[in-house]
Nanobody
Framework: QVQLVESGGGLVQPGGSLRLSCAAS????????MGWYRQAPGNQRDFVAT???????IYANSVKGRFTISRDNVKNMVYLQMNSLKPEDTAVYYC?????????WGQGTLVTVSS
């Protein structure tokens, strides 16, 4: 079954860190650029970061220098290390191909940054 499953979200104080994980089926993952996206309440879903199959990464300006995307091409996993979290990072985080395919959106994982 083709799917993406995100995990690792939670409640964290401003300035804290979280590491998100995305398990991808091989047909989605192999040889493809993968990305993280997020959707805050009342907002559209936005791009956060992308990584190519070779490991090159691009970040949204809002997270540059604080977030790091990585991937494990053996385990078919994508990760997002989030440091120096801010309240405005609060959102549901999703992984998908780049560009995203609507049929692949999963449930996401909720990140709440609050004191």
């Amino acid at each position: 079954q083709v799917q993406l499953v995100e995990s690792g979200g939670g409640l964290v104080q401003p300035g804290g860190s979280l590491r998100l994980s995305c398990a991808a089926s091989g047909s989605i993952f192999s040889g493809n650029a993968m990305g993280w996206y997020r959707q805050a309440p009342g907002n559209q879903r936005d791009f956060v970061a992308t990584i190519t199959s070779g490991g090159s990464a691009i970040y949204a300006n809002s997270v540059k220098g604080r977030f790091t995307i990585s991937r494990d091409n053996v385990k078919n996993m994508v990760y997002l290390q989030m440091n120096s979290l801010k309240p405005e990072d609060t959102a549901v985080y999703y992984c998908n191909k780049v560009p995203p395919r609507p049929v692949f959106w999963g449930q996401g994982t909720l990140v709440t940054v609050s004191s």
